[in-house]
C-alpha cells in the first residue's frame, strides 16, 4: 500500500493543484485532441514550476503514508464486526428479509467508518500538497480555526 502511495503521489499532487488552480481550462475544439492534451501538458508545467519544482510534487507524502495505519486499523474490525452482527441479527423482527446480506452491510458500514478517518487526512494532504501549510500540525490546527471539526471533514458527505 505504502509503495503505490508513493509512487502514484506526484500525480495526485498534479492533480489536486490543476484542480485547485484558478485559471481557466483551455479546452479545444473536440476534433483537435493534440491541442487539449498540449494544454493541459502545459498548464502541468506551470503547476510544477510555481509550485517549487518537481521535489514540490512530494509534499505531504508523509502525511499519506502515516494515514495508511489508521484506515487499516478501523478498515478490518469494522467489517468484520458489522459481519458477524448482520449474520446473527433475525431481520424479519424488524420487517426485514429474514437473511441480510451481511456483506453488503459490512461494505458500506467499513466505507463509512474508513471515511472518518481518510477524509481529515485527505484535508491535510491537500492543504500541504497545496501549499497552504507547512507542516500537517499546522494544517490541522489552520482547519479547525477556520471552520471547526467541519473543516477537517471538507466533502466528507460526497466520499460517504
Do not use: F
Not at 495508511?68 to 464486526?81: D, F, G
Not at 441479527?89 to 451481511?102: E, F, K, S, T
Amino acid at each position: 500500500e505504502w509503495a503505490r502511495k508513493a509512487a502514484l503521489y506526484p500525480l495526485d499532487t498534479l492533480t489536486t493543484r490543476l484542480q485547485y488552480s484558478r485559471r481557466p481550462v483551455l479546452l479545444s475544439a473536440p476534433s483537435d485532441i493534440t491541442a487539449k492534451r498540449v494544454s493541459q501538458l502545459e498548464q502541468a508545467r506551470e503547476v510544477i514550476r510555481d509550485g517549487g519544482g518537481p521535489l514540490s510534487l512530494y509534499q505531504g507524502l508523509s502525511t499519506q503514508l502515516v494515514g495508511v495505519v489508521p484506515t487499516s486499523l478501523v478498515y478490518m474490525p469494522t467489517y468484520e464486526a458489522v459481519s458477524r452482527l448482520a449474520r446473527a441479527v433475525d431481520g424479519a423482527q424488524w420487517g426485514l428479509p429474514a437473511a441480510l446480506p451481511a456483506s453488503q452491510l459490512a461494505s458500506v458500514a467499513t466505507g463509512v467508518a474508513s471515511s472518518c478517518v481518510r477524509v481529515p487526512i485527505s484535508v491535510v494532504k491537500a492543504r500541504l500538497q497545496l501549499g497552504l501549510s507547512p507542516n500537517a500540525a499546522h494544517a490541522v490546527r489552520t482547519a479547525l480555526a477556520t471552520s471547526g471539526w467541519r473543516g477537517l471533514y471538507a466533502g466528507w458527505g460526497a466520499t460517504c
